[in-house]
């Protein structure tokens, strides 16, 4: 499987790299400098990985990544999301690029692309509410109307995913291949896999604040288990995942 990555010189971009390399799996890095990738890469890994040039924001540039090197799949890293709710980011103009490029590289190639995205914890719904975890803490906010775009794509057009971690931290400043077969993320679909409920969750106004705040401490990952379930379940190629936010938690 070809995979465009794009967000390759990203904290987890650039660890997708040998992730998705040891899961057998073709990479194509989408960047806005060949130079900057080039110089974060051991010269072993770049001989392994095409570069394409170009800007996220463009959905045509992205589409003519997709067909001219024949991918199979993207994973989107590119951009990130604004802390405050009255700033704003990139990511929302690369985010909509990259579904609109997908939506018709698919439909040229005659088939569905499986497309990961990215957002943060906050698009999970709290256990036993209606309501994403965004809604009682407004932070990152621009993962929101990303999701609402996204649902608006069947997963025959686009095989998608969006990925909700919390924070996430380098275990190790090199490039380190994991390797397969060593998962360390529990994953579940719609809400945080391991969140603890609590009485306190029923008191008025402040209950589900209360309960996610103390939540929230455990859901921290390392980049380098990110890419390996992105990577991993590229490899295996199953729909389990798809059309789903997907929460993860480190196992102890
Ligand atoms: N890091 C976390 O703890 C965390 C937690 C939850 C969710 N997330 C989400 O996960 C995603 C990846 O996070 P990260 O920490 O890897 O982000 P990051 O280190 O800031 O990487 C962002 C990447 O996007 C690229 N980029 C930005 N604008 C671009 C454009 N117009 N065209 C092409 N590339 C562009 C950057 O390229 P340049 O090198 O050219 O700037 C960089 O490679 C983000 O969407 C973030 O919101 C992150």
């Known amino acids: 499987m070809k995979v465009l990555l794009l967000g390759a010189t990203g904290n987890l971009g650039i660890r997708l790299i040998p992730a998705l390399l040891s899961h057998n799996l ?19 890994i770049l001989s392994e990985i095409t570069i394409v040039e170009g800007d ?12 001219d090197n024949d991918c199979d799949a993207v994973v989107n890293t590119a951009g990130l999301a604004a802390l405050l709710p009255w700033k704003s980011s990139e990511l929302p103009a ?19 692309l499986r497309v990961w995205f990215l957002a943060g914890l906050g698009l999970l719904d709290m256990p036993g509410t209606k309501s994403m975890l965004v809604d009682y803490l407004p932070v990152y906010r621009e993962h929101r109307p990303n999701f609402v775009l996204l649902q608006t794509i069947p997963t025959d057009v686009i095989r998608w995913s969006i990925l909700c971690p919390s924070v996430m931290n380098p275990r ?9 077969g060593t998962q360390k993320l529990i994953m ?7 969140w603890k409920d609590s009485w306190m969750r029923r ?9 996610l705040a103390k939540n ?37």
């Not at 690369?94 to 569905?112: H, N, P, R, T, Y």
């Not at 190790?172 to 397969?180: F, N």
């Not at 008191?203 to 309960?211: D, E, M």
Request: glycine letters at 4%.
């Open 26 to 44: 073709t990479v194509v890095a989408f960047v806005r400098s060949s130079a900057k990738l080039s110089s974060m890469l051991p010269s072993a």
């Open 56 to 67: 996220a924001k463009s959905s045509d540039l992205i589409k003519k990544a997709i067909l």
């Open 94 to 112: 690369i985010f909509a690029a990259v579904v609109q490029a997908a939506k018709e590289a698919g439909a040229q190639q005659k088939k569905a």
């Open 172 to 180: 190790s400043s090199e490039l380190v291949v994991p390797v397969k």
């Open 188 to 194: 579940s679909a719609t809400v945080p896999p391991h």
């Open 203 to 211: 008191i008025p106004l402040v209950g589900p604040f209360i309960v």
């Open 216 to 252: 929230v401490s455990q859901y921290s990952t390392d980049l380098e288990d990110n890419a390996e379930v992105i990577a991993n379940d590229l490899e295996h190629g199953d729909d389990e995942w798809v059309g789903k936010k997907v929460g993860v938690w480190k196992r102890a």
